[in-house]
Each structure stands twice: as structure tokens, then as C-alpha cells.
């Protein structure tokens, strides 16, 4: 009988016909072998394929995320500054009103009568105080350096919108009415060319900016008369006296020009918050530069990270080094298919 070659069809004899079939087997064997080699490379590739477009899909939601959380951190930062802009254009705002009606936030203050009792506490520790009546008349009790009262002054304390002349009727009774040798107008409002200071029906009528040194003049008028001993008739001239001294032009100008120092001392405060503000307002439009430049430095580093997770670009395992090893005639070989 005669065998035929499997491969090229020629005639062969029975044991070289069983020595080239066992070599066609293992060759077929052998290819199965690189063909399932092959198949679990693609499907690697696949796999790996499928990993990249899924690292794709996160990176882009998480650059989505990082993008919207920095875009939220750089808003609310923007919002904060923009917030403490507001209220320093808003505190100008307040202090220029403020300075034009010649008014300061601590001379506002003492507008109020228990902020005015505590004021006067504060600087005249010897004296005695009283807040009484409806509207709380506050009332000075004068005292020698052994208690004993040297006289007494009464305040009547008016905020207004303008000047009102019974304002000085109010605080002339309440001299009257509470026994008082000085009677003392706090006030923010004055009739036109009687700034800050005047004194009319024995009524000193002063700004919040000169009370001090006039309380000062005041009070050390009437510890003046009590030292001198004297009562009645005579008392009553020299309380006149006083009054006239505290009357007079120099002393007028005197206090006019105290209170235009601490008005100037405002506008010198009001110009430097103004400057503040033009400060803060250049740091802000910094940190804007910053935040847009963070942003932009960042947005080029994405597009520099981009491209590296585009399909393909991860190093894959290749088809040669998943195929089993080929056992031949040399020994153990990897054939790798072209």
C-alpha cells in the first residue's frame, strides 16, 4: 500500500509515512497552540483597550469635577472678596456722612446719654453722677479733693436732624429744676455761623468734639469758687463770672479750634480707610490675577495629560509574550507570528 505525503502529496513508504504524519500532527498541534496564543492577545488588546476608554471616561469626569470644584473655590473666594469690598465701600460711605454732617463714630456716641454718662465717668473719676428724667437729664456733681460738692452741672444731650432753638429753653429749665450752676447742650446741630461751640441763656451749647476741655474749663471754674469760701450773692457773681470767661471770644475761638482739630483728625482717619480701601481694592484685583492665572496653568496641564491616555498610548503586553513555548527539534523556542 501507498501512503501519500500529507503535505505535497507524493508517494511515501509505510514508516516514513508514519515519521512525516507524526511531524504534521505536532505542526498542527503547535499552531492550534499559536492560534489560541494569538486569540488571548487580542483579547488582551481588547481588554486593554476597554481599560483605557474607561480610564478615559473617569479622567474626563473627574477633570469635569476638578474643574467645577475650583471653579466653585475660586468663585467663593471671589464672592468673599467682593463681600469685604462691600462693607469698606459701605463704612466709607458711612464716615463721609458722617464727617460732612461733622459727626464721628465716637462723637456720635456721645449723643447718647448713658454713652455720654459713661464718657464723663471715665474722665472725671472724683465727681458724682446722676442719670434722672424722662429723657435722662444727666447730672454732675462737682467735688473738692474732700468730697465735699463744689458745684453742679446738667447736660441735656439732643440729636437731630437740624437745629432746633428750644432745645436751649429745655436745658435752661433744667438747670433751674435741678439746682444746677452750669447747664451743658450736647449737641449735633447748630444755627448757621455758631458752629460747635456758643453759649446762650447761660447755656453752653457744644459739639461732641469739644465737651472735654469745656467740662475741664468748667469744672475747674467751680472748684475755683469753692475754694474761694464764699455763698450767696457773691457765689452767684462768681458762677457769672464764669460763665462770661466761657462766653467770651477767646475762649470761644479756643474751643472751635479744638473741636476743628478733631474734625480734621476725622478727615485725615476718613482719607486713610480711603486709601485702605484703594489698597485693598488693587490686592483684590491681585488675587484675581492669580486665580485666573492658577486656572490657566492648570487648564494646560490637562491638555498636557490628555494625550496620555488616549487609545493606545499605554504600553501593551505583545502577542509574543503570552504564546507558550515551542518545543522543536533545537529545543524550547517562542515563535513569534508574523
Given amino acids: 500500500m501507498t501512503n501519500s505525503c500529507p503535505l505535497c502529496g507524493s508517494p511515501l513508504s509505510a514508516a516514513r509515512f508514519a515519521k512525516v504524519w ?5 505542526i498542527q498541534r503547535q499552531i492550534e497552540k499559536l492560534k489560541a496564543a494569538q486569540k488571548r492577545a487580542d483579547e488582551e488588546v481588547s481588554r486593554a483597550r476597554q481599560r483605557v476608554r474607561d480610564i478615559q471616561v473617569r479622567a474626563r469626569a473627574k477633570t469635569a469635577r476638578a474643574r467645577e470644584e475650583e471653579r466653585r473655590r475660586a468663585e467663593g473666594r471671589l ?22 454732617r ?24 472724683e465727681d458724682r453722677f446722676e442719670h434722672v428724667g424722662k429723657g435722662g437729664d444727666i447730672i454732675q456733681d462737682v467735688c ?37 450752676n452750669l447747664a451743658v447742650l450736647v449737641t449735633n446741630r447748630f444755627p448757621a455761623k455758631r458752629q460747635y461751640y456758643f453759649v446762650e441763656r447761660e447755656v453752653l451749647v457744644i459739639s461732641p468734639q469739644g465737651i472735654l476741655p469745656l467740662i475741664h474749663t468748667a469744672r475747674e471754674g467751680l ?11 457773691q457765689k452767684q457773681v462768681a458762677v457769672r463770672a464764669v460763665y462770661e470767661y466761657l462766653a467770651g471770644g477767646t475762649y470761644i475761638a479756643h474751643i472751635k479750634k479744638v473741636a476743628q482739630h478733631f474734625q480734621d483728625l476725622e478727615s485725615l482717619f476718613h482719607k486713610e ?4 480701601q484703594t489698597m485693598w481694592g488693587n490686592r483684590l484685583n491681585h488675587y484675581k490675577g492669580i486665580l485666573s492665572g492658577v486656572s490657566s496653568v492648570h487648564e494646560k496641564l490637562r491638555g498636557v495629560i490628555a494625550p496620555a491616555v488616549k487609545v493606545g498610548s499605554p504600553k501593551l503586553a505583545s502577542a509574543s509574550a503570552l504564546l507558550p513555548p515551542f518545543v522543536g527539534p533545537e529545543g524550547i523556542q517562542r515563535i513569534t507570528p508574523r
Fill in 223 to 233: 472748684l475755683a469758687i469753692h475754694a474761694l469760701n464764699v455763698s450767696g450773692e
Fill in 144 to 180: 473738692a479733693p474732700r468730697g465735699q460738692r463744689a458745684g453742679r452741672i446738667v447736660y441735656e444731650v439732643k440729636k437731630e436732624e437740624t437745629w432746633k432753638s428750644k432745645n436751649i429753653l429745655q436745658a435752661a429749665e433744667a438747670r433751674i429744676k435741678r439746682e444746677a
Fill in 273 to 276: 480707610v480711603h486709601t485702605h
Fill in 22 to 26: 507524526k511531524e504534521h500532527r505536532g
Fill in 79 to 100: 464672592h468673599k472678596y467682593q463681600a469685604t469690598a462691600k462693607r469698606l465701600r459701605d463704612k466709607v460711605t458711612v464716615l463721609e456722612d458722617r464727617i460732612r
Fill in 102 to 125: 461733622g459727626e464721628t463714630a465716637q462723637t456720635e456716641g456721645l449723643l447718647e446719654e448713658r454713652a455720654l454718662l459713661a464718657f464723663l465717668r471715665e474722665h472725671f473719676r
